[in-house]
């Protein structure tokens, strides 16, 4: 079994930055690829970005591209998200999500273990 948890959320201004890291735990070697999804008020939960074990491919949304970086460390076993230029409606619960499988996924059905989120809000 794996363990995630999410830490670095908080109130921020537009145009403001956060990063968000997920810390896994347990049975580390099934968190392999690697994914933030975030649920807004009255919303779906959607795709944010993915990341490979190797790093090597990385995926984002396109309402994030360019603003948002997923990295991570597989030493510490952690994935951060490091995001930028924040707006009103990038405020949500953010979660992370690993996958035995080495690949990414933009796809939330693909994924194993879920952490239990943090909360971002962004204030106009």
């Known amino acids: 079994q794996v363990h995630l948890v999410e830490s670095g959320g908080g109130l921020v201004q537009t145009g403001g930055s956060l990063g968000l890291s997920c810390a896994a735990s347990?049975?580390?070697?099934?968190?392999?690829?690697v994914g933030w999804f975030r649920r807004a008020p009255g919303k779906e939960r959607e795709f944010v970005a993915t990341?490979?074990?190797?790093?090597?491919?990385?995926f984002y949304a396109p309402s994030v591209e360019g603003r948002f970086t997923i990295s991570r460390d597989n030493v510490k076993h952690t994935v951060n998200l490091q995001m930028t230029n924040l707006m009103p409606e990038d405020t949500a619960v953010y979660y992370c999500?690993?996958?035995?499988?080495?690949?990414?996924?933009?796809?939330?059905?693909?994924?194993?273990?879920w952490g239990q989120g943090t909360q971002v809000t962004v204030s106009s």
């Open positions: 990341i490979s074990w190797s790093s090597n491919n990385l």
């Open positions: 999500a690993a996958r035995r499988i080495l690949a990414a996924s933009e796809q939330a059905d693909d994924y194993d273990y």
């Open positions: 347990g049975r580390t070697s099934d968190a392999n690829g």
